[in-house]
């Protein structure tokens, strides 16, 4: 490995990360405008989108970034959590996007985390979850007319892990999707009456360990139908669900592929058609749905790569939020009969920083015989390997790495390593079997699946034994840990980021919406389950360790706190383990473009100091 490479500011891999990437949403009812949330000044911020003239006007300016917001379906409005240093926990504020003027929500609440929030069609109504560790999870709608904001509307208050709020058309009726861990890992819908004080009026539940998700409501004034989705025949198929008549219709889909997640994205405004993604394999390929006629429309000839989310725009057209390996990050425009691209709508010149390597989906068998699929790429070399690979998991654990513009990936692969991205047990589109294989088993089955992709990297001559390295971040930093620990002879090193170290202290530190995530994956909480907690936490594991360790950590972040990291340090050099950690002013997001270009020269310095002491010779 060139160490010039690392530190040259004109690297290519330093060149991906600093292209501008955006990601874009028009209004739903009104295409004139949208809301984009770009790096263009090195940090991701929010920006209000002219779509005629693509324009942007920044609307935030927060030190540590802010890459998430809502934009009301009029156009008028942007909301968004004001937090403090990234750590998520704030007040919701309104941003005025032809003035700029700023509005908090909530003046008189204690700061708080949230699981979600959604507008109405029509610009009257929001409605929101917030969390704290008094009043655990609640449910607030709240009228937002451009000259008044009223106090907020508290809806419905449980300690179960909920999410997904979804607003009807004017807002008199809300749905949420909850999880009782006495029923097992599945969810439900509840819906309530806004306008007759929160009365609950319905649920829509599949069963034991069966998730049934909202989308949203048909766009027509007093119209019940939800589009939803379920998973109670293995894999996620669409329906919609009339909730006040309770009449359902489940989406005969006879022409896909009975594997494979099918998910709804987007309700036309005549409410006659809808946008489905097939993921199967974690490839991805766009339909649309006649509601009265039930045909099913494949959208062909769209690019392949990543689809993050699609929506009806004007003219028949769909805009679509996308990138593959060669590609950042951008808002498309495609035909709505074929899928064709018509037009970039929000993207960046690509300059000439160098293509990508190509991406090879591939598959592995795990110890117990399931198949586990994962994205293989090779770096640019006379040499047919075997090479020093590096081995990645995703965060989540519900998430799924699919062909994307990886700058990280390009990073190793730039300095010869191999490189192999895998979805474990626990991610997502493979179905509910292999999603909920994990849950009240955290850690087993992601490490063993983490293991036989070593054995598979060997047996294939890709991978040289003694130079297998580990990476990853939140949940993938996690894993690292985890399998460093557990599986010590196995690997060269391990790279972990913001992650989870210990996860009864987690639990005890982290926000309120964590605390019932993390009991939902282990079926209670650490007072109810100390053994599994204790088994699952790389803490458990430290005097295990043989390879050497770097951990780069955020000092704000509210998801993997503080504390429990310190405590893992503190016993690394207890047992004077082979490691470093780096600690940063930060959140659990990596918004600012470079800062996370210093994170990587760390990494690869570091990774060649580690090849240099274990294999003796330079890449």
Known sequence: MKIASITDEHAPWKQRYRLHKSRGRLARFNHQRGLVISNRTGIYQLYAWNVPDGKLRQL???????????????????YYLNDTQGDEIGHFVRVDIDTGEQVDLTPDAEPYSVLGIQTDCIGKTICYLTADNEKGLQLFTQSVMTTTIDRPNLIYQTSNYTVNPVLSYSGELVVIETMDIKKGTGSKLLV???????QHIGTLDDGIDVNVMPKQFAPLPNDARLLAKSNRNGVSRPLIWNVRTNERVDFVLDQLSIEGDVEPLDWSHNSNFILLLHIHNATFQLYCYCVIDENLKKLAEHPSGTIFDAQFGPNGSIFVEWENADTPRQVIALNGKSGALELVMLGSLKHEVPQSHPWRSITFPSSDGQLIQGWLILPNTTSNGPFPTIIEMHGGPLDVTSEKFDPETEAWLDHGFAH?????????????????KIYSDIGHWEIEDVVAARTWLIEQSIAQSNAIFLTGWSYGGYLTLLALGKRPNLWAGGVAGIAIADWTMLYEDSAESLRGYATT?????????PELYATASPITYVEQIIAPVLIIQASNDTRCPVRQMKHYEAKMSQFNKDFK???FDGGHALNNTEQSISHVERILYWAHCVLDKTTQKKI
């Open 60 to 78: 935030t300016q927060h030190s540590s970034g802010k890459g998430k917001g809502e934009i009301s379906s009029d156009g008028r409005y942007i």
């Open 192 to 198: 309530f009456d806004t306008v007759n004080g929160g």
């Open 420 to 436: 192999l991205s895998i979805n474990y047990r626990g991610s997502m589109t493979f179905g509910r079997a292999f999603q909920h």
């Open 521 to 529: 994956l282990f079926g209670g909480t650490p007072r109810e389950k």
């Open 581 to 583: 950690i780096e600690w």
